[in-house]
């Protein structure tokens, strides 16, 4: 069934020696084979989740993965259905932990029901849209969401399969069947296929015959396959319904001519054209091990890795994973006096060496003018030095009143504190009090560049006061092992932050007098978010605990007491339907 254009199609030798020289280090191969499988990855994903939110995520894991370990792919050959192996293992995966999130009773009753349900059918209607699909071809289409999750999965092969995409043997080599068991599997799919053509035309026909109207009175008018099996009962013993299995053409003829469909700008943009993203992260990660793609690591530091192929493949502009800045109303111009932006406190005046005589009066002198107070959010908590290892002293202790507590989100919930570990989950505070963030970096499960998590809708203050929890994340657990840090270590690979962030601690502290949303951003490099309320007393315990009471360092306080204090780096008052989509430099 296998479809060959010559004319579209590198030559199996020629496709074969580009794995062979991306896999020994050759970026110009590796670029060109990442935007070659981009397409084929990203329909196989789309149409196994039907455009769920995670697609994105898993097509990036897919990529990132296969990057990663291509350098241990003994036989070019096998790399198609090697990839293709991968894409589905990390589908799978997904649907794995969404169903133990399920069994936890994490999210909102909502929230489940979402992803239970058919998420909107996205990928179904970019199929139909972007392929101009019509007739029969439009009713397979949309009979795709009417099958279960295990299913969908394997049309995704099998659709490419009769597309000429795939082989046989890939498909069953990416189930890790044989070729007689995923012949089973696939009769199966089109035989569920089939009966969901047959839904789809019943519902379609008006006036409805008067039995399948009445049993879709209790239908919540969401495809799902419990639904499937009641229509499709009804229709194959329906006189009037039952028509909608005549005349179906088969579907191997009806995809046959079919093209793979786009993938959006913003996704490839994402993937490809940004020198930030995923992939150049691990590659960059990857040149910083030891014996890693010899000779490679001088290439991926000098020059990002889309140039050449992937900058001509690639349309459309690029996700920003940026700095989110105070959005709120801007402060007058700076006097020589004033802290800069990039300060988290005001500058220490020197003393003079010796005794100065205090000037002569004047009659006609003026009194020096007092110095202007800065404004709320004039002072962005930016890059900063290590500071000396030790105990931080006296600092300011603002109002606590109402303590500040989780009013809305979707979050795990563990009691004294809650979770974000998986990306847009999101906790609304309020109050006035103390917060506590604790970063739990994963470089071990996925190492990469990070997406930092964001403060958005901003109604009152928030300041960044301290940083604490006995080490900043970028220094060396021990001695003996220098190259090992909370960020990663040389064997696992390391987790990169955006270029101009400031360097996260284990524990960092805020003070909020208001509302606002901290939303988890979990893209490229693994890790969560754990946030919990916390009163000054215990915000001072962590700060002042130092390397005698077992930490690796004293915390860093950043209060002023007043609105010199820092404000978030990650921080806006407007809401945005993706907050790292925001331009890259502050902008006070």
């Known amino acids: 069934m296998e479809r060959v254009d010559t004319a579209e199609r590198t030559s199996d030798a020629a496709a074969h020696a580009l794995v062979a020289a991306a896999r020994d280090g050759d970026r110009r191969a590796l670029d060109a084979l990442v935007a070659e499988y981009l397409p084929l990855i990203y329909n196989i994903v789309g149409r196994a989740l039907d455009g769920h939110a995670d697609v994105d995520d898993v097509v990036q894991e897919t990529l990132v993965r296969a990057v990663r370990g291509i350098r241990r792919l003994r036989r070019p050959e096998d790399f198609r259905s090697w990839l293709v192996a ?3 293992r990390q589908i799978t995966d997904r649907g794995r932990a969404r169903q133990r999130a399920f069994a936890r009773g994490v999210g909102t009753g909502t929230d489940n029901a979402e992803d239970l349900a058919d998420p909107g059918g996205d990928f179904t209607d970019l199929t139909i849209m972007r392929l101009a699909l019509t007739g029969q071809r439009r009713e397979t289409a949309r009979a795709t969401r009417w099958l279960d999750p295990d299913d969908r999965r394997l049309l995704s092969l099998w659709w490419l399969e009769a597309m000429g995409e795939l082989t046989r043997d890939e498909l069953a080599a990416a189930l890790r069947l044989s070729n007689a068991h995923a012949a089973v599997r696939v009769q199966r799919v089109k035989a569920q296929l089939t009966a969901a053509r047959a839904v789809v035309r019943a519902l379609a026909h008006d006036p409805r015959c008067p039995g399948l109207a009445d049993l879709a009175r209790r239908w919540d ?18 006189r009037t319904c039952h028509t909608g299995f005549a005349d179906q053409v088969p579907a191997e003829r009806l995809l046959a001519p079919l093209s793979l469909v ?91 060496a010796g005794p100065v005589e205090p000037p002569e009066a004047s009659e006609s002198a003026e009194p020096a003018p007092e110095p202007e107070a800065a404004e709320y959010g004039s002072v962005v908590s930016g890059p900063e030095e290590l500071p000396a290892n030790e105990p931080p002293g006296d600092w300011p202790r603002r109002p606590e009143g109402e303590r500040v507590r989780v009013v809305d989100g979707v979050y795990e919930d563990h009691g004294g504190f809650v979770q ?44 960044h006061v301290a940083s604490g929890g006995g080490r900043r994340m970028d220094e060396p657990q021990s001695a003996d092992h220098p190259d090992s840090t909370g960020m990663g270590d040389p064997e696992e690979g390391y987790i990169h932050l955006p270029e101009g962030a400031r360097q996260i601690w284990q524990n960092e502290f805020f003070y909020l007098d208001g509302t606002v949303t901290l939303t988890h951003h979990e893209r490229g490099a693994s890790y969560g978010l754990a946030v919990a309320a916390m009163t000054w007393d215990a915000v001072n315990d962590d700060v002042s605990t130092g390397p005698e009471d077992g930490s690796l360092r004293y915390g860093d306080v950043h209060d002023t007491g007043d609105d010199a204090a820092p404000v978030p780096q990650y921080l806006t008052r407007e809401e945005t339907s993706d907050p790292a989509e925001v331009p890259q430099e502050p902008e006070l």
């Open 420 to 463: 974000m570990v998986h990306r847009d989950e999101h906790v609304v505070l309020s109050g006035q009090g103390y917060v506590r963030v604790r970063y739990q970096l994963a470089f071990w499960d996925r190492p990469g560049s990070m997406v930092m998590p964001t403060w958005t809708g901003l109604e009152g203050r928030l300041f």
């Open 221 to 238: 008018g969401v495809p799902s396959p419990l639904w499937r099996k009641r229509f499709a009962r009804h229709t194959r013993d329906c």
């Open 262 to 352: 786009p993938v959006p700008a913003g996704l490839a943009g994402s993937l490809l054209a940004d020198p930030t993203g995923p992939l150049a992260a691990v590659l960059a990660a990857g040149a910083a091990k030891a014996g890693w793609w010899p000779g490679f690591g001088a290439a991926v530091a000098a020059k990002p890795l889309v140039a050449g192929s992937l900058a001509a493949t690639v349309a459309g502009s690029a996700l920003v994973t940026g700095i989110v800045v105070y959005e709120g109303p801007r402060p007058a111009p700076p006097s020589s006096t004033a802290t800069a932006p990039e300060q988290e406190t005001p500058a220490v005046r020197e003393e003079p």
């Open 86 to 88: 991968i894409a589905m």
